[in-house]
T-cell receptor, first 112, second 114 residues
């Protein structure tokens, strides 16, 4: 069974601070995705990383896929209250059923 | 486009009652999924479908049944609801990109079983 461990589980910071969230596994994934979920809503895809070592930027968010394609990180610069939400990583290991393995998420609260 | 829609948004059932959750997508996706989300447990896959007329078991299928009679619809049924099935249920659909099967989620159904 493939597992994705996310850390920290909870994070509460002040507006303007930087933060990093981690997603780790002992398994190799073909690709890894990050989703953000706001209260009362479904998860929304932020980014997909496919190549080992790949770095993608989405405004103040920077996503990195580990060289061995077993881990990933999400870095937010100058966090804003609008960044508040549950951040989920999900790994795809290949196969024709297109199933994803989800981490349990990091609940981020950015206080004004 | 509406994307993925789910009905109902909220439901309260008594133990032993049955119900069907409906998921509809307008993106012509082949793959559809049902998840449940519980505090501290993350998203757990209940059942999924790789095309019209096909279904398969996920991680936690017991107590649930599904049907995919039309490509755009995926139904989740609870034949005899139990308090352990109190949860938020999400439906998702997926594109056929071999490198990155991006999943699009509905807004969820919050189910309480008393």
């Amino acid at each position: 069974t493939q597992l994705l461990e996310q850390s920290p589980q909870f994070l509460s910071i002040q507006e303007g601070e930087n933060l990093t969230v981690y997603c780790n596994s002992s398994s190799v994934f073909s690709s890894l995705q990050w989703y953000r979920q706001e209260p009362g809503e479904g998860p929304v895809l932020l980014v997909t990383v496919v190549t080992g070592g790949e770095v993608k930027k989405l405004k103040r968010l920077t996503f990195q896929f580990g060289d061995a394609r077993k881990d990933s990180s999400l870095h937010i610069t100058a966090a804003q209250p609008g960044d508040t939400g549950l951040y989920l990583c999900a790994g795809y290991s290949g196969g024709s059923n297109y199933k994803l393995t989800f981490g349990k998420g990091t609940l981020l609260t950015v206080n004004p | 486009n509406a994307g993925v829609t789910q009905t109902p948004k909220f439901r309260v059932l008594k133990t032993g009652q049955s119900m069907t959750l409906l998921c509809a997508q307008d993106m012509n996706h082949e793959y559809m999924y049902w998840y449940r989300q519980d505090p501290g447990m993350g998203l757990r896959l209940i059942h999924y479908s790789v095309g019209e007329g096909t279904t398969a078991k996920g991680e936690v299928p017991d107590g649930y049944n599904v049907s995919r009679l039309k490509k755009q619809n995926f139904l989740l049924g609870l034949e005899s609801a139990a308090p352990s099935q109190t949860s938020v249920y999400f439906c998702a659909s997926s594109s056929l990109d071999r490198n990155s099967p991006e999943q699009y989620f509905g807004p969820g159904t919050r189910l309480t079983v008393t």
